[in-house]
């Protein structure tokens, strides 16, 4: 089992950022693919970027690309997520998430709010 709490949200402005943690706790953080998902009002929730174990290797959503950035600490158990230029169509619950693969995440977060007011 792996717990998983994240923090950092608020609002901002547009062209603002945000930085986002999320600190995990339980069975090896390092065995783990880490990942960040959002959800905004009335949408599904998407995948917006992941990290593997050793961070050597990232994906990104097309939308988030060259404003985002995944990053890890494994000694200290936790995932970044910062968040540059960031835009009004931003705004949603933003979730941290643990995995066997970029497919495959299957321990949640509680989210944190990130709201980007135009």
């Known amino acids: 089992q792996v717990q998983l709490v994240e923090s950092g949200g608020g609002l901002v402005q547009a062209g603002g950022s945000l930085r986002l943690s999320c600190a995990a706790s339980?069975?090896?953080?390092?065995?783990?693919?880490m990942g960040w998902f959002r959800q905004a009002p009335g949408k599904e929730r998407e995948f917006v970027t992941g990290v593997t174990w050793s961070g050597r290797m990232t994906s990104y959503t097309e939308s988030v690309k060259g404003r985002f950035t995944i990053s890890r600490e494994n000694a200290k158990n936790t995932v970044y997520l910062q968040m540059n230029s960031l835009k009004p169509e931003d705004t949603a619950v933003y979730y941290c998430?643990?995995?066997?693969?970029?497919?495959?995440?299957?321990?949640w977060g509680q989210g944190t709010q990130v709201t980007v007011s135009s």
């Open positions: 339980g069975r090896t953080f390092s065995n783990y693919v």
């Open positions: 998430a643990a995995g066997r693969a970029f497919n495959d995440f299957n321990y």
